[in-house]
């Protein structure tokens, strides 16, 4: 078998994997959002418990308290607690049991570049805003969050 056909078993492998945790899996749109967004290769639909008042009008972003409703893997709201991950003393979460092994094992999952500063983010650390359609964008800090939050209201008017 070529190795893009194995590409593509494993790809489908992570969806079924993903798609265990009884949450809907569709393929990420052509146009992506945010900088963030485009890191997974699949998004996550945000569970139909997902709190809509967390997840305002397009344009919009909206700081999220509890990081636990999070899978930082697939950076996108759950809209329920997660499985959480110990890694070197920070909590991580995951969507799945193929999440959970992603994070554990690959730094990479762990991080995410501040949209604002370019700083690379640990996620258990950072700042997460939500954006209207339910992707996870993480920060820095407070100010770069509201920089951010600022620019984007902005530039949908």
Not at 43 to 51: G, L, V
């Amino acid at each position: 078998m070529k190795a893009t056909s194995w590409a593509v078993v494993g790809v489908m492998m992570f969806a079924g994997a993903c798609a265990k945790r009884d949450e809907a899996v569709q393929l990420a749109p052509a146009k992506v959002e945010s900088p963030q967004a485009a890191a997974p290769a699949m998004h996550m639909k945000p569970a139909s418990s997902a709190p809509t008042a967390a997840m305002g009008q397009p344009g919009s972003l909206t700081r999220l308290a509890d990081p636990s409703l999070v899978c930082m893997v697939n950076n996108q709201m759950m809209g329920k607690p997660q499985i959480p991950i110990e890694v070197a003393g920070q909590t991580y979460y995951g969507c799945c049991d193929m999440c959970k092994d992603r994070l554990a094992k690959d730094a990479t999952a762990r991080t995410a570049t501040d949209p604002v500063s370019q700083k690379p983010v640990d996620k258990a650390k950072a700042v997460i805003g939500i954006t209207h359609d339910g992707n996870a964008i993480y920060f820095e800090n407070e100010e770069t969050f509201s920089t951010y939050s600022k620019q984007l209201a902005s530039a949908t008017k």
